[in-house]
């Protein structure tokens, strides 16, 4: 609000204030003019309350006097804020039986209401319920809080449709539940005390106790005492029910700005002279008509669009500073959060279905739509089942993306996550030798004095990040090792992070540090259900309900808290693909789709990005295998050159072991003009007829000399292998189920097979051959001393411990899974995960 405004606004607070207190004067002045004498007729007493009648009706207008039995259930509430103190009907006044006028309490603005009886009371029940309808079909927005330590919550049953909509907080009912509402009021007060605003710039807060918990401490009774003390300035009202003194020892402290009603009085309410009937509980049909619209109302109102997360204008915003956008809103508008120097990463929780996707995937197009490509780079992770981030990637229906994003790995290897993790690492590195060169210390006047150096912000978003952790191995430690760094460096280089789990209290690799890793994280998102997010003593999340969210930047630490709410990005789903058509649009010429890496995702030779490349000609024939998990899927491949050991061995009873086996006969064909290279195709076990006719097939087609050799003729073929061979014109030799050759070749044809291994490559001779066992292939290799002689194994289902052990590598972390292998190369001393190439459909019928 503007200065003008706000002084406008107060301007008129004043005078309509002073109105009411000529008014108010005026009043007293009549009442005391007319009071009636002793021997005063009774004509002028119903004179009196006639007039008394309207003035009430004057400043408690509508709601806040009429008699509710007769109010019609479809008469709205109020939509605008009153301006000035609030006066509420709490009975009829009756001088005489027939002469009678509202009794009306000050309350909002003003002060209190204590009772002295409480709701086991039904007069004090249905007067209470008569209040709290009033004040809320008259106040918007206000915040009320409700205890009912006597009748277990009945006082205000009727309350449930406010409590689902957010307006009023489940019924406190213990002394637990009544300590945490006193404690938000007050930190409410403390705030309002430091708070640049005015006072009347604040919610109004009311909170209505229907009777005192059991067993409550007089700490928390003189807690009710400082609060009602301090309360009114900073708009914070009680009606409080059931204060009265225990016995002659046990007094309740005195309550400050108070209008006392006492049932057993004369003049319950000491300020009239007359006896008073307290208002009976509203009709039933009345309080459902006007909280189930109450509801409404504010359910409709607080539906966030995804649409006003969004800026008018694309791409207009620079990162040079940091990043910026809107996440949802507050009470107060729209709230930005920020990636930056104060806060360089974010730690987001929430339960299963908490919401934490969507919140992701606002987040995530808020930035979109304000950052363009070359001030924002995106690596999207997500370690659990689902599609959390497929929505940024062309799709069969869809074939646009969102220009920002690098990569996108969907139910990922913890593999894939600690790759993410070193390539952004890399990315820093990259930044940190640039700033040197340039001579400076800040990313952004790198940004101004190298225009043409490439340098957005990266923001990493690991969903589930637990599951790095998880092992507490090799690759654990590697990834809190990349972490620690980011999370430490990342600010001064423009990397950021935001880490998501429904809990951080089992990350234990990340407390061990001297200084826990999450101290780098000082901006905090609990959605329902968090766990671990924020401080252990602030509790502000338990209560939140789905589309809400605690913003917290201080790490978490209780009274830090903004309670936000945001929209549900899955039900703007045409907004979105609008968008990301619109900013695909916009890409530059020569902007990639993202790499995806979906865990669960066949790789196929044919998809492969080297594969259609590759071309006759060249000096080292690559044998393809599979697609490394790493960033960007690159291709593994084996090159064959007349080094000895260039041979592939394929190891593991998966039937995957054909499907690699016809990938590199594929891929090899590509590599040779027909004529140029001979392949021996030697289909041994069933498991790999169809792999090996696929293979017989391709090599048909493409011309190139091949022989299918028999069981019975391998003896004599691997004879003469050396003795054939032409360096310049290779030879492959396929064994399509290595293990079955050595009954046929005998020892003297093993004997030439381990002559072929040892000297074939110099020759021209490979042998590529898939072993169902490791105990069979090591055999046929003569024993382990000979493990030199093949250099390049692709190890499938064969249990680490063995497989570390053939190597040499006792470390070696093996778990064999459905649909990756370890690629090992020897000379290059490089041990790689990798999904292997398989024929389409392979998955559907493979289990481990
Ligand atoms: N702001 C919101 N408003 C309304 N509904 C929401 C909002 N946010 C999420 N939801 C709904 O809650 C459900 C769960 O949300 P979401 O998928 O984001 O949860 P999650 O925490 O990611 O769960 P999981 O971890 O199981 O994937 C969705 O059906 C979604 O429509």
């Known amino acids: 609000m503007s ?157 449930a449709p406010l409590v689902a909509a957010g307006i009023v907080s489940r019924t406190a009912t213990d002394h637990i539940g009544l300590d945490t509402i006193l404690s938000e009021a007050e930190e409410h007060v403390r705030d309002a005390q430091v708070a640049a605003e005015g006072a009347a710039e604040l919610p109004y807060r009311l909170i209505v106790i229907a009777g005192l918990p059991p067993q409550l401490g007089t700490g928390t009774r003189t807690r009710i005492a400082a609060l009602a003390h301090a309360g009114p300035r900073y708009r914070v009202h009680l009606v409080l029910a059931g204060w009265r003194d225990r016995s002659e020892h046990d007094r309740v402290p005195a309550v400050d700005h108070a209008t006392h009603l006492r049932l057993a009085a004369e003049h319950p309410l000491e300020e009239i002279a007359a006896p008073l009937v307290l208002d009976p509980a509203p009709p039933a049909r009345l309080t459902r008509a006007v909280y189930g619209r109450l509801a409404e109302t504010v359910r409709r109102e607080s539906t966030l669009d995804v649409e006003t997360l969004l800026p008018g204008e694309r791409w207009w915003a620079s990162s040079v500073d940091g990043l910026s956008t809107v996440v949802g809103r507050d009470e107060r508008g729209p709230v930005t959060l920020s990636f930056d120097d104060a806060t360089p990463h974010w730690l987001i929780g929430g339960r299963t279905g908490g919401g934490k996707t969507v919140f992701l995937l606002d987040v995530l197009y808020g930035l979109a739509a304000r950052y363009g490509p070359r001030e924002l780079a995106l690596y999207l992770l997500d370690f659990k089942e689902g599609v959390s981030f497929t929505e940024f990637t062309p799709s069969d229906h869809d074939p646009t993306w969102i220009p920002q994003v690098r990569a996108v790995g969907v139910e990922s290897d913890r593999e894939y996550g600690v790759a993410v993790l070193a390539e952004l690492r890399r990315e820093m590195s990259r930044r940190a030798t640039a700033m040197k060169r340039a001579g400076v210390t800040r990313l952004s006047e790198l940004r101004k004095r190298r225009p043409d150096l490439e340098t957005p912000r990266v923001l990493a978003v690991i969903d589930e990040f637990h599951v790095l952790f998880q092992g507490n191995d090799r690759l654990a430690r590697q990834a809190v090792a990349h972490l620690e760094e980011l999370a430490r460096k990342g600010r001064s280089y423009g990397v950021h992070l935001i880490l998501a789990s429904q809990t951080i209290s089992g990350v234990e690799a990340l407390y061990d540090k001297k200084d826990s890793i999450f101290g780098q994280f000082p901006l905090r998102v609990a959605l329902p259900g968090a766990k671990g997010v924020l401080d252990v003593l602030n509790n502000s999340a338990e209560t939140i309900t789905l589309g809400s969210a605690v913003v917290n930047h201080s790490g978490g630490v209780a009274g830090a808290d903004r309670l936000i709410r945001f929209p549900d990005a899955t039900a703007g789903a045409e907004i979105l693909a609008g968008l990301r058509r619109e900013l695909w ?264």
């Open 3 to 159: 200065w003008r405004s706000a002084l406008e606004r107060a301007v008129g607070a004043f005078r309509e204030a002073s109105a009411h207190l000529d008014r108010a004067e005026d009043v007293i002045a009549a009442r005391s003019a007319s009071l009636p004498a002793p021997d005063a007729s009774a004509a002028e007493l119903r004179d009196l309350c006639f007039r008394l009648a309207s003035a009430a009706a004057y400043t408690a207008p509508g709601w806040l006097t009429q008699v509710l039995s007769e109010v019609d259930p479809d008469t709205p509430h109020r939509r605008d804020v009153p301006v000035g103190p609030l006066y509420v009907r709490v009975g009829t006044a009756r001088p005489l039986p027939d002469a009678h006028f509202p009794a009306l309490v000050p309350l909002l603005g003003q002060g209190h209401l204590v009772i002295d009886g409480d709701a086991t009371d039904p007069v004090v029940a249905g007067l209470l319920q008569s209040v709290l309808l009033r004040v809320l079909a008259s106040v918007p927005r206000v915040r009320i809080s409700l205890v009912d330590g006597v009748t277990l919550g009945q006082a205000f049953t009727a309350c």
């Open 585 to 848: 649009e916009r890409r530059e010429a020569g902007n990639a789709p993202p790499v995806i890496f979906a865990g669960y995702a066949e790789q196929h030779l044919d998809d492969d990005p080297l594969y259609p490349s590759l071309g006759t000609g060249g000096r080292r024939p690559l044998a393809l295998v599979g697609r490394s998990v790493d960033v960007g899927l690159s291709t593994v491949s084996f090159p064959l050159d007349p080094v000895p050991g260039r041979h592939i061995a394929i190891l593991g009873p998966s039937a995957v072991g054909a499907d690699i086996l016809e990938a590199v006969v594929r891929s090899l064909s590509r590599q040779h003009a027909p004529g140029h290279a001979r392949f021996l195709l030697v289909p041994l076990v069933a498991a790999a007829d169809e792999a090996a006719d696929a293979a017989v097939a391709e090599l048909t087609a493409a011309g190139h000399d091949h022989t299918v050799v028999t069981a019975a003729a391998l003896k004599e073929t691997v004879a003469g292998l050396l003795a054939e061979a032409d360096p310049d014109r290779p030879t492959h030799l396929v064994l399509f189920g290595g293990d079955s050759a050595a009954p046929v070749l005998e020892n003297a044809g093993l004997a030439d097979l381990r002559a072929v291994l040892k000297q074939g490559p110099a020759r021209g001779v490979h042998v590529l051959g898939w072993w169902r066992g490791l105990r069979r292939f090591i055999d046929d290799l003569g024993g382990s001393q000979h493990r030199e002689d093949v250099a390049c194994l692709v190890a499938l289902n064969l249990p680490g411990t063995d497989l570390g052990g053939f190597i040499g590598d006792i470390g070696l972390d093996w778990r064999p899974r459905t649909n990756r292998a370890l690629a090992i190369d020897r000379h290059e001393g490089t041990v790689r995960l990798c999904v292997p190439f398989v024929a389409p459909g392979r998955l559907d019928e493979e289990t481990l």
